[in-house]
């Protein structure tokens, strides 16, 4: 019973019962209680009275944002020939140079267009695979909606202070009951 005792707190979870009982106010059958987290309280309520405010107040919890995927995509990086290596100091041996290697020249800018061609074609596979990996299966094909968890509901002050009453009682009772078991029971003979 040491579990049982305590300061009843205005706070009930909402649950559903698997047998139907009345409702505390209107004694309507129902599947639907309000329990605290302690256990010290609980009572059967119909789905109506939890969306009256005269009743019971939901507290609601902040929902968290949802993560979405961001897919970044990637751009192909080509390497570009710096000239600065070059010595600018004589202009005549760096124009012999570029006649000797016009012909060159003009070969290695095809190898290396066609290479860039290949590498964006790679580039732009890994891409697609990649977008197809990170985009995920649950927005083509939408899933039924999660289980909510239990709502939480604040009770209205006469409500609560009608829950407090009934549970006083109750422990006054078990209190009596004790008392009137530790007292001396009325003889039953006579005195004559």
Same mark, same amino acid.
């Given at each position: 019973?040491?579990? #049982?005792?305590?300061?009843?707190? *205005?706070? &009930? ?11 505390? @106010?209107?004694?309507? &059958? ?9 256990? !010290? ?19 609601? %919890?902040? %929902?968290? %944002? ?5 897919? +970044?995509?990637?751009?192909?990086? @080509?390497?570009? #020939? ?5 010595? #600018?100091?004589?202009?005549? @041996? ?6 000797? *290697? ?9 190898? %290396?267009?066609?290479?860039?061609e290949r590498e964006k074609e790679k580039i732009k596979e890994r891409t697609e695979d990649k977008q197809q990996i990170t985009t995920p299966k649950s927005l083509e094909h939408p899933q039924p909606p999660k289980p909510t968890k239990p709502r939480q &509901? ?7 202070? !009608?829950?407090?009453?009934?549970? *006083?009682?109750?422990? +006054? ?9 530790? !007292? ?9």
């Amino acid at each position: 019973m040491s579990n #049982k005792t305590g300061q009843l707190i *205005n706070l &009930y979870t909402h649950r559903i019962a698997t047998t139907d009982k009345p409702c505390f @106010i209107c004694n309507k &059958y129902t599947r639907s209680v309000l329990r605290t987290d302690n256990g !010290l309280d609980w009572f059967y309520t119909c789905e109506s009275h939890l969306s009256d405010r005269g009743f019971a107040t939901p507290i609601l %919890e902040p %929902e968290p %944002e949802p993560k979405l995927l961001v897919v +970044q995509s990637t751009k192909a990086r @080509i390497p570009q #020939k710096d000239n600065s290596s070059e010595s #600018k100091s004589d202009p005549d @041996i760096n124009q012999e140079k570029d006649r000797s *290697n016009d012909s060159t020249k003009v070969e290695s800018k095809q190898q %290396e267009e066609k290479e860039e061609e290949r590498e964006k074609e790679k580039i732009k596979e890994r891409t697609e695979d990649k977008q197809q990996i990170t985009t995920p299966k649950s927005l083509e094909h939408p899933q039924p909606p999660k289980p909510t968890k239990p709502r939480q &509901y604040k009770l209205h002050s006469n409500i609560f202070y !009608l829950r407090e009453d009934k549970l *006083n009682k109750k422990r +006054q009772k078990v209190e009596a009951q004790n008392i009137l078991s530790k !007292l001396p029971s009325v003889p039953k003979n006579s005195l004559h």
